[in-house]
T-cell receptor, first 115, second 116 residues
């Protein structure tokens, strides 16, 4: 079956712009979570969605937002981009989010460079 | 609050030698624990996970890890390293009571180097 698909894979934006990243989870998966990966801070949890509802959010400013659609596809948006937002953004999906009986599958990520 | 500490940002072993990657966690509740591997320019792949069943967990590619509550550790091992094991390895922890909503808390990662 198809894995977690993230688009675009690579993009370059200018400071002050905004960006939208897309994630298509594995078919049947209803939980989608997002992570930011940088050399300095490592992997950090951004937020998690389940059935179109944001259940939790990590310690990121309000410039970072997301949403989930009825087909479980998710988007994340970063407004007023800063140089420090340059990172690999990873999307992950699981059936329900309950980690005891489910596996979280990660996409290959979207590389964002802010110049 | 949970946290994960991975000892050694870089570990180098010879091909055929034992691989040992260390992970210690801090959690106020019995956690779920995970090891992920990341190859260059790729996402994360789950190697194995501990979710309160057997303390010795076997994963893919010959890796295994043992949950030791008394030591708050979840070290990853593989008896014989292969060149294809060279990658970045991440230990992660999750609070079971969150139902997955809290996401995973990752360690900083350990870069495994395999010497021929």
């Amino acid at each position: 079956k198809a894995g977690v698909t993230q688009t675009p894979r690579y993009l370059i934006k200018t400071r002050g712009q905004q960006v939208t990243l897309s994630c298509s989870p594995i078919s049947g998966h209803r939980s989608v979570s997002w992570y930011q990966q940088t050399p300095g801070q490592g992997l950090q949890f951004l937020f998690e969605y389940f059935s179109e509802t944001q259940r939790n959010k990590g310690n990121f400013p309000g410039r970072f937002s997301g949403r989930q659609f009825s087909n479980s596809r998710s988007e994340m948006n970063v407004s007023t981009l800063e140089l420090g937002d340059s990172a690999l953004y990873l999307c992950a999906s699981s059936k329900t989010g309950d980690l005891s009986g489910n596996t979280i599958y990660f996409g290959e990520g979207s590389w964002l460079t802010v110049v | 609050a949970q946290s994960v500490t991975q000892l050694g940002s870089h570990v180098s072993v010879s091909e055929g030698a034992l691989v040992l990657l260390r992970c210690n966690y801090s959690s106020s509740v019995p956690p779920y624990l995970f090891w992920y591997v990341q190859y260059p320019n790729q996402g994360l792949q789950l190697l194995l996970k501990y979710t309160s069943a057997a303390t010795l967990v076997k994963g893919i590619n010959g890796f295994e890890a043992e949950f030791k509550k008394s030591e708050t550790s979840f070290h990853l091992t593989k008896p014989s390293a292969h060149m294809s094991d060279a990658a970045e390895y991440f230990c992660a922890v999750s609070d079971p009571s969150g139902g997955g909503a809290d996401g995973l808390t990752f360690g900083k990662g350990t870069h495994l180097i395999i010497q021929p």
